[in-house]
Nanobody, 123 residues
Framework: VQLQAFGGGLVQAGGSLRLSCVAS????????LGWFRQPPGKEREFVAS????????FYADSVKGRFTISRDNAKNTVYLQMNSLKPEDTAVYSC?????????????????WGQGTLVTVSS
């Protein structure tokens, strides 16, 4: 599975961005997907995940109510809609495949990773 994320950029606090991640390879609708981020100088952290059907979603407490994960299996794409952005959301955002589960909180359970896209939120 190959993943490519895009949609990052520079935005002011309070603004919105939508990230996209396009997958190729194995059947897209057979696995869960997640978004992780790595802020400057910090460790990677879970952001959100979605089950293979899209029926179950999970969020980190820090983004709950502001971010929405969704997927379009016909387009092999997973999205992360980010609203009410804060400077602390600044990070490199990456998408990943959880082929065995429903969208784990733990990065170690993801088998495939895409390159990251940088999101910078100015105050």
């Amino acid at each position: 599975v190959q993943l490519q994320a895009f949609g990052g950029g520079l935005v002011q606090a309070g603004g919105s961005l939508r990230l996209s991640c396009v997958a190729s390879g194995r059947a897209f609708n057979s696995y869960a997907l997640g978004w992780f981020r790595q802020p400057p100088g910090k460790e990677r952290e879970f952001v959100a995940s979605i089950s293979w059907s899209g029926g179950r979603t999970f969020y980190a407490d820090s983004v709950k109510g502001r971010f929405t994960i969704s997927r379009d299996n016909a387009k092999n794409t997973v999205y992360l809609q980010m609203n009410s952005l804060k400077p602390e959301d600044t990070a490199v955002y990456s998408c990943a495949v959880d082929a065995q589960g429903i969208g784990s909180y733990y990065a170690i359970e993801y088998e495939y990773w895409g390159q990251g896209t940088l999101v910078t939120v100015s105050s």
